[in-house]
């Protein structure tokens, strides 16, 4: 099993004791085994805890000075259940202009993802075409960008909190990172991460507020 950060902060139900646990044995000093050891209850997303734990791990992890825009890539770039749709990432010039309008116009900028985040061959190399087409975009505007792709999730998540500028992307991880700012008074950029709505969630009386609210909340992943 590999290392899931994410899923060890949103995971509210009884199941995911073993998810923590197995965290907890395997990674014990990491952000996720911290919080799977400190946390008090289910069901409940802890964000002083998280404020702590990622202000003592992330120490070494300066991003100040610089924007960090996250993407969320994989499986959403192309594959058909319904969280792949709602999870996909923006047309890229979308992006590209997004990220552009809201970053200092001299501030370098890092786009993190995670192209190998997927079971599928070519999702993994559609999003890999996506992340160069979105760096092209932004290089083009004569903007200074550095992409980490499939980097360390502990890294990356403090490179997102500790930014000067954070453009969220959509889905929980980029969540997780939206919420610990939040919790410290820091701007995050919104514009990016909405849920698309699909036609079974329209059917179902689903609006993007409802799928907008977070895993811990809603429960629609």
């Excluded at 970053?103 to 997927?118: G, Q």
């Excluded at 698309?196 to 329209?202: F, I, N």
């Amino acid at each position: 099993m590999n290392y899931r950060l994410g899923d060890v902060v949103w995971d509210t139900t009884p199941a995911g004791k073993h998810l923590s646990d197995y965290h907890v044995r395997k990674w014990p000093n990491s952000i996720a085994g911290r919080y799977a050891t400190s946390r008090t209850r289910q069901g409940f997303t802890d964000w002083q805890l998280l404020d702590r734990i990622t202000s003592e791990n992330c120490g070494a992890t300066n991003s100040q000075g610089r924007a960090v825009a996250h993407l969320r890539l994989g499986d959403v770039v192309c594959g058909n259940w319904d969280n792949d749709h709602r999870l996909r990432p923006p047309e890229a010039s979308v992006f590209v202009e997004t990220v552009n309008a809201n970053v200092p116009p001299d501030m370098p900028i890092d786009i993190v993802a995670a192209t190998n985040f997927s079971v599928s061959k070519n999702c993994s190399k559609q999003s890999k075409l996506y992340l160069h087409e979105v760096s092209k975009g932004l290089k083009n505007k004569g903007r200074q960008v550095n992409v980490i792709d499939n980097g360390n999730p502990d890294e990356d998540l403090c490179r997102m909190i500790n930014a000067d500028v954070f453009v969220r992307g959509k889905g929980g991880y980029s969540a997780i990172a939206a919420g610990v700012r939040k919790q410290r008074d820091a701007p995050v950029v919104d514009n990016l991460s909405k849920r698309v709505l699909t036609q079974k969630d329209k059917a179902n009386g689903y609006t993007e507020e409802f799928l907008d609210r977070g895993k811990g909340e809603s429960g629609v992943r």
